[in-house]
Structures are given as structure tokens and as C-alpha cells.
């Protein structure tokens, strides 16, 4: 049992070589490009805050996510592995339990709380098979970006405010770059060993958070025009729209009310 926390125990040894630059760190670039997602937290919710305060459940899991991430690449250990691939397939199924809008359940679901049941169902029997094959799981999982893609063109034609779309466009170009270097890394290893530039996944995670930059504040707009009806949501980049590179972020206005 102790042996599962063990160095070099995990299924998925990534291309980057092992104890190159640190003797306590096995992937050294791989964990320390995590710092992405413990910069994306603060930053989705600084930008989000106001959000965050009507449906604050959703603020803490990409911190998470970046937690068991670092402890992975820093030990490969097989603990380590499952850990990162559960936290992230936990965290996307919160969000989609409570972000999916309503319109978009199965046809056999009736409302909200038998759409929680199908999720909890679903992430415990994807939980216990991750066991059984777990390279498996990040082709498993980075699967569910397309199902994001799809739910994003659903959305986009429903909407014709340039920006959502300008955002969308950002968010899918970040993330075409992400999973190519993802799955780059793990076919092409070979290659990228010999001209001796072994650093794909490390670019995976700065590219991923990037593309959740963008992918955040698209998907709580979504929400917000379903679930928030009080507030008028309007997608904003921060510092200022002028500026060449600015984050964007979802600002919730009052409406004007005429008496
Ligand atoms: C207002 C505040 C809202 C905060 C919400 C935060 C939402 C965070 C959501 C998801 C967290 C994902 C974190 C990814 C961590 C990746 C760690 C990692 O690299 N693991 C690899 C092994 O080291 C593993 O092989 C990777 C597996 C695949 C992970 C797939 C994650 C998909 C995330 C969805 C991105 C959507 C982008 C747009 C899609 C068109
Ligand atoms: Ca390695
Ligand atoms: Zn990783």
C-alpha cells in the first residue's frame, strides 16, 4: 500500500526526463509550471468577484486541481497520478452539475436534483473504473473539452453579441495549442528527446489555464443569462478594452428599471 506513494510508481511517466535539474523533483518544468493554476485562481476571482458572490461554490477547485497536479509531477507516484486525474474529473463534474443550464439535461431528467443523482452516478463509477486503467483517464477526460466545445457552439447560436464570440474564438485557439502539446508529448516523445526539447507538457499547463481565462468567464456569462435573471451579465476585459493584451472577465449590472 505504501509502495502507491512511492517515486516513480505512477502508469504515466511524461516525456520530460526524470531528476534532471532537482534530486527531490522528478519532472522539475512539468511541476513548476503548475504555478499557472495557482495564479488562475486568484485571478478568475478577482476578475469574477461579483459572480463568485451570488454562486461562490465554484471558486476553489482549480487550486485543487493544481495542488495534486504539482504533487504528481514532483514525485510520479501512482497516489500522485490518481489524485491529479480525480481532482480534475471531481471538479468538472461539479461544474457540470451545477453550471449544465437546464435545457440541455437528458430527456428522461426532470429537473435539477435528478441531474445531481446522474452526476454523482456517473463521477463514482468513472472514480472506481480510473482504477483499473489509469493512463486511460486523460484521454477520458480531455474528451469532455469537446463535449464543452459543443455546448459552446449551442450557446453561440443563440447569441450575437461580437464579444461572446470574440471570446469563444480566444478560448478554442488556446486550447487547440494546449492539447496539441498534450498530445504531442505523449506520441512524439521520441522526436522531442532527440532534439533534445522535452518541455510540451509543462507548455500544456500554462496553455490549459490560459484557455480557463477565457473558458470561465464564457461559461458563467452562459450561466448568468439562465440562472441570474436580476442582474444584466456583460462580458468586460480587464484592465480596459484598448489595451492589446486584457483579460476578460463577467460583470454583473443591475438593469435599468423604468417605474
Ligand atoms: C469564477 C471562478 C471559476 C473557477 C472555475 C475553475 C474551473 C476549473 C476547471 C477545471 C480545472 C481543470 C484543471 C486542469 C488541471 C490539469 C492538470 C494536468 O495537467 N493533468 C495531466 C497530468 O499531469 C492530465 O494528463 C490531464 C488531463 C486532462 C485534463 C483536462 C482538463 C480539461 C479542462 C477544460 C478546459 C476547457 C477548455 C476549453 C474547451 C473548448
Ligand atoms: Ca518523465
Ligand atoms: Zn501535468
Known sequence: ??????????????????????????????TISNVSFFLLFPILLYLNHQYVQQRPLFAYTSLIAGIFSTYYHLTLSYVGQLLDELSILWTLALMYTFWIPKCYFPGFIKDRTQFVCLMVIATVVCTLMSFIKPAFNGYLLNSISLHLLYLTCQELKKCSNPRVHRIAAFMVMWWMLAISCWLSDKWFCGFWQRINFCYLHSFWHVLISIALLYCCPLFIYFDSRYEIPAFEPELEYWPSDSWPIALPYLALRTPYKRC
Open 1 to 30: 500500500m505504501l509502495s502507491a506513494f512511492a517515486y516513480l510508481t505512477s502508469e504515466v511517466d511524461w516525456c520530460e526526463g526524470n531528476f534532471e535539474h532537482s534530486e527531490v523533483i522528478a519532472e522539475y518544468y512539468n
